[in-house]
């Protein structure tokens, strides 16, 4: 049986204490667990750090109006951490929001955002947008057919139109030999923009996202000369430039133990941007949708030991909530782990499980203290994107959520109760 090697992670100090402190908080107004704990705080960083880079490149960041050159724009991605409070203290940032489907849309709506505050991505939007008659919206078309029958309510509805183009830089992670499902060929790219200019729709972005955790720069750089080749093609000047999302979380390792983001240096990104733009005259601003990068760092997922195993040399600790309910992502991904409270000791092969039948709930596995017990809590960090969103309800309810800003902490959402679990069976 191989030995688990201990992960090495790169979280300072403070960020470790900064975690420990509200989840001592919130377990001490509620100690039922699990539960995730979002913080703006993180987010506000990560975006500080981007602009600083992009700033430094020459691009006008918004904090400093820089007359004159190209404003870049982040979007909240919907999807990555689709938390009411997020959203709300999003909006009172004075950003907008990307959504790809009609709940997302709607909870964009519930939240107070004006339709030109709202991008709206994603496949097959012309069996759903047409419900919702909204003057001003961005949209980013994803197909013919789709362009075919919502190009006319884009028209009366003065959408800000875009066409999303899928570059050979976009592909199947798993199988880098299929491409992904998204957009418009080269070719289509270029039809469907001379379309909407010869409809005299307001036709003014050409978007892509490339995929997840992208390891480097060069990566953009290459999908840049394809895109900026179809704007030439179309004769098509974009006035803005949507690269999607696509930067690395931090301080998160690969299963076999590489950082993710070793390779990607923000500085190196904003300098590839500065080029690539130039590609583009005329352009008015860059728009950048990342998901992970901002807010991976902004949650935890806190759960308790429940019961402890011994088997083939192997500890098991059995917790209330592991991969199967909240953390895919552990699948791929390692993410740092710290006890409530500190336990030291000698350490031994452990796994970490959550409470489902499935072998494949397994959160961690890695050396951890013998001393820790049922009752000590685990917290599993950079749980901010991409967990909720892929929570399941198998066996189990939802998970509460708890909140912190500016404002405090606060509960945000309760667990599932039996009742809501079981309730929505109507027929
Ligand atoms: C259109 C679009 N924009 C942005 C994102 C966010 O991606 P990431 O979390 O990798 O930054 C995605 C993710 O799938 C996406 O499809």
């Known amino acids: 049986m191989k030995t688990p090697v201990k992960p090495e992670f790169g979280h300072p100090p403070e960020i470790l204490e900064f975690w420990k402190r509200l989840v001592r908080k919130a377990l001490a107004v509620n100690s039922s667990t699990p539960f995730y704990l979002c913080s703006a705080l993180p987010i506000t960083e990560r975006v500080a750090e981007l602009d600083h880079a992009l700033a430094y490149a020459g691009f006008d960041t918004g904090a400093t109006r820089r007359p004159g050159k190209v404003l870049c724009r982040h979007w909240l991605s919907c999807k990555t951490q689709p938390v009411a409070p ?13 959504v790809v489907s009609e709940f997302e849309l709607r909870a964009a709506r519930s939240e107070g955002f004006a339709p030109a505050e709202i991008l709206v991505n994603g496949p097959a939007k012309h069996h759903w947008l047409d419900r919702h008659a909204l003057r001003g919206l961005s949209v980013n078309f994803d197909s013919p057919a789709e362009l075919a029958v919502l190009l006319p309510l884009a028209k009366k509805l003065d959408w800000r139109c875009g066409v999303r183009i899928n570059t050979s830089q976009e592909f199947d992670v798993e199988n880098s030999e299929f491409p992904t499902q998204f957009g418009f060929t080269a070719d289509e790219a270029v039809a469907a923009l001379k379309k909407l200019m010869r409809a005299k729709a307001r036709v003014e972005a050409v978007s892509f996202h490339l995929r997840s955790n992208l390891p480097s720069a060069q990566v953009y750089q290459r999908a840049l000369v394809e895109v900026a080749a179809v704007c030439r093609a179309a004769n098509f000047a974009p006035l803005m ?20 983001d070793g390779e990607f240096g923000l500085r190196a990104f904003a300098e590839t941007l500065r080029v690539a733009a130039r590609q583009f005259p005329g352009l008015r601003e860059l728009w950048l949708e990342n998901g992970r990068f901002l807010s991976a760092s902004s949650g935890v997922l806190v759960v308790t030991i429940l019961d402890t195993k011994e088997r083939r040399g192997q500890r ?84 509460a959520v708890w909140w912190h800003d500016a404002g405090g902490l606060r509960l945000a959402r309760p667990a599932q109760s039996f009742e809501h679990f079981w309730g929505q069976w109507v027929g």
Do not use: N
């Open 241 to 260: 430039l949507d690269l999607g999302g696509g930067l690395p979380a931090r301080q998160v390792l690969t299963p076999g133990g590489k950082v993710l």
């Open 316 to 399: 098991q600790l059995i917790c209330d909530g592991g991969r199967t309910l909240h953390a895919l992502t552990s699948l791929w991904e390692q993410h740092r782990l710290v006890s409530l409270p500190a336990r030291t000791g000698a350490e031994g092969p452990t796994t970490i499980h959550g409470p489902t039948c499935m072998a494949f709930d397994r959160l961690a596995r890695l050396p951890l203290p013998g001393s820790l017990r049922p009752g000590d809590h685990l917290v599993w960090l950079e749980a901010g994107a991409y967990h909720i969103p892929w929570e399941t309800r198998f066996s189990h309810g939802h998970a």
């Open 86 to 98: 997020l959203l709300r203290w999003w909006r009172g940032q004075g950003r907008p929001i990307e």
